[in-house]
């Protein structure tokens, strides 16, 4: 599943709203135990690009629960 998500991700990856919208879709769905590996491989491709973008991501997810 994780690599199926990443493949998505460089997909849509040189478009800002459609690569937030695929990451959250993504982390709705991933378990828990594959989404720090996910957010490792997020910053070390898109880190430069999106970084505000990820941080958001994964922030939100701690209100989750």
């Not at 919208?21 to 430069?48: H, M, T, V």
Request: net charge positive.
């Amino acid at each position: 599943m994780l690599e199926r998500i990443k493949s998505s991700l460089r997909a849509v990856g040189h478009d800002r709203a459609a690569f937030e919208n695929q990451l959250r879709q993504a982390l709705a769905k991933l378990p828990s135990a594959d989404r720090r590996d996910l957010k490792l491989w997020c910053f070390l491709i898109y880190g430069e690009s999106y970084f505000t973008v990820i941080c958001q991501c994964f922030a939100d997810l701690h209100w989750l629960g």
